[in-house]
């Protein structure tokens, strides 16, 4: 790996092509197969992915966008960047994603798109969030960010809806040595009009069609991309191998939480989240042992700065919020020893047994 993505680094920096070019062409083809989509344009980042996407479909103010409440922030901020309004719902007791039932309950009058999102790299239930947007004549974005790779029905993420995003997030399951996202798609149309905004609108060096950004893929950042493609599929088996392992450590214990597998998902475990009755006292704990876990998220979107009275819609949140109160994310990416990640689960459950001690 560390050949390949030097040998990419000489080829762009000796090409003297740095936006735009052969590097991103390539990538986009290779990125666009692995989805099976039929189009894949890169763009600077995933919040820029899914604005400009939203902003592609037309979709601006007086329209209403349904978003998982338990999801990254940026989610709801690409929803609130073309004007509309996000309109959060509740996810899943058992998946942590969407809940198709009250993303339906959600629908109203304005509502344009929804936007589920494979958070953890489990897929949400697509089948009954295509049905619901299909009766209703909605646009279904999916929120890839964090599932590269992941199935459904045996089918990527990517082409699940009307339009798919990632980011490539260096610490995300495929990342670039910076920031970077990318939109996949069947639709021609689409795929057109968002290759016109990411660079100022131009259709060409002398003529702006449309009002654009600058949202650009760099060659480096695809060269990178392209090294690291042929290996995404062992890193994501490497955490799925994790993930059973935790997974088992955990199962004769209901006092953690864990995230259940639909029997239709292949998903590729971007993180593992679980819960536990005192997830402060447990982290503290963790540290204590130099295990380093972190939270997604202790503050969802609509409690966030970004989201004051007036500025969004919907809930209430009760599963989202006892996530953010209760869940904690265990140390979970491919080169991850076995050892160490055992040494993790025990020390989880230590946890359990200092609680019990500490309550008789
Ligand atoms: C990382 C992430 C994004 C945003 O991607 P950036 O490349 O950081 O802009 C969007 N949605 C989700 C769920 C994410 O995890």
Known sequence: MAGELEAALTRVADSGWYLLGPELEEFEREYAAYCGTRHCVGVAS???????T?????IGPGDEVIVPAYTWVATWLAVSAVGATPVGVDVEEST?????????????ARTAAIVPVHLRGEPADMDAIDSVARQRGLLVVEDAAQAHGARHRGRRTGGLGD????????????GALGDAGAVTTDDEELAGKL????????RN????????????LAEIQAAVLRAKLPWLDGWNAARSGHAEAYREAFAEQPAIGVPRTPQWADPVWHLFIITHPDRDACRESLAGRGIESLVHYPQLPHMSG?????????GPFPVAERLAATSLSLP????????RRDAVAAAVLATLSEAAAGAA
Not at 46 to 52: H, K, S, T, V, Y
Not at 306 to 314: L, V
Not at 332 to 339: E, I, K, M, S
């Open 195 to 202: 290759r016109l905004l990411r660079n100022y609108g131009m």
């Open 332 to 339: 979970l990416y491919p080169q991850l020893a076995a050892d």
């Open 205 to 216: 060096r002398y003529e702006i069609e449309s009002a654009g950004v600058n949202s650009r």
């Open 96 to 108: 942590y994603n969407l809940d198709p039932t009250a993303a339906e309950a959600a629908i109203g």
């Open 54 to 58: 939203l902003r592609a479909a037309g």
């Open 46 to 52: 995933g919040l820029d992915a899914l604005e400009l």
């Open 306 to 314: 970004a989201y004051p009275e007036g500025t969004w819609r919907g």
């Open 163 to 174: 339009a798919a995003i990632f980011s490539f997030y260096p610490a995300k399951n495929l």
